[in-house]
């Protein structure tokens, strides 16, 4: 997020490279620093005639050079964005001339999504030197939380911490997906009201009680009750709550508790690091561990691979995610 300021900072001071390469698997701001530069480079006059969009899948890499050797009209520069740069990717290495030496009155934009560009590549290495290379890459699951609350800060909103935890669970490490949800909230909401978990339930749809951030919490605390009740809400509305999703989460959940009792260091910071979660959830560790032995662990583990397999039709076929998920329930608890 930083070296994407940085990036912003300077085109906004007018440092403004000849050729940009943003590449990662992560989309997001990739996708966000392309925009600027497509909405902040040129004047509204200027770009009528001197901007243009390419797509990697429709064009050549001698497409690419010939349109950015063009010199511009009436305007001090003009700007070349190609989208879907990863479709050239066995030829991108014809750029590297081009790359070389770029045209000093053109802005290049290469959008290389979804992989990691071949940093061994001479066009990587020349791209670098004479412009600028970004890396955007995916967050882990733990982190999308605390971006999230980042995101919102920084426009003059605060969110609860499990308001976050809630859309992380239910919309995963898709950032742009992420950012389309936090922008409706941004539309309906008041800067001065905290984002709270009763407000992602009311106006994106996530329930706040029937979720499997709570069935984990629940089945952790050996919540019979509270456990049985998820689970019959996921019955009774299949589609928003696959099984697949459900047993993937526990399975997670139950591997990291197996390593939590495999730790000599309990310490909070320390379990949080090497079981790769948000400190927030440690207390949650902390209470499973205490109520599932080693032993038990390893016996759900196994189990939860064998529902794994019956909920993708392996073994079992068109059984009710009803049987799976009661089934679920007793060999949990």
Request: with cysteine; hydrophobic share 35%; proline share 4%.
């Given at each position: ?161 499990k308001a976050a935890i809630l859309l992380t669970e239910f919309l995963g490490t898709d950032l742009s997906k992420i950012n389309n949800e936090l922008e409706k909230l941004q539309l309906i909401l008041p800067k001065e009201k ?17 979720n499997n951030f709570e069935l984990k919490k629940a089945i952790g605390e050996r919540n019979v009750l509270k456990a049985t009740r998820i689970l019959n809400y996921f019955a009774n509305n299949p589609k928003d709550n696959p099984f697949v ?89």
């Open positions: 997020m930083d070296e994407v300021k940085q990036i912003v900072g300077a085109i906004d001071q007018g440092n403004i490279s000849p050729i940009y390469l943003l590449t990662g698997e992560e989309p997001y701001y990739i996708d966000r620093i392309a925009e600027y530069i497509e909405k902040n480079v040129l004047s509204e006059e200027e770009r009528g005639f001197n901007q243009m969009v390419l797509y990697g899948k429709d064009v050549s890499v001698d497409d690419i050079v010939s349109n950015a050797k063009r010199y511009p009209m009436m305007a001090e520069r003009q700007v070349v964005i190609v989208k879907e740069a990863q479709h050239l990717s066995r030829t991108i290495e014809n750029l590297n001339a081009y790359a070389e030496h770029p045209q000093p009155t053109t802005v290049l934009v290469l959008c290389y999504k979804y992989n990691k560009f071949d940093k061994r590549k001479k066009v990587y290495k020349s791209i670098k030197k004479n412009g600028v290379c970004f890396e955007s890459k995916k967050l882990y699951e733990n982190q999308v939380s605390d971006w999230i609350r980042r995101v919102l800060q920084g426009k003059g909103y605060q969110i609860s911490h905290e984002i709270t978990p009763m407000d992602i339930e009311e106006h994106i749809g996530i329930s706040k009680d029937y999703v459900t047993v993937t989460l526990l399975n997670t959940f139950f591997t990291q508790l197996l390593k939590y009792h495999g730790m000599n260091d309990h310490n909070p910071k320390n379990v949080a690091k090497v079981l790769g979660v948000n400190p927030y959830f440690v207390k949650e560790y902390q209470v499973a561990a205490r109520n599932y032995p080693m032993r038990k662990v390893s016996q759900i583990v196994s189990s939860l691979r064998e529902l794994d397999l019956k909920g993708k039709g392996v073994g079992a076929t068109n059984v009710p995610q009803g049987d799976l998920l009661k089934e679920l329930l007793v060999k949990l608890l």
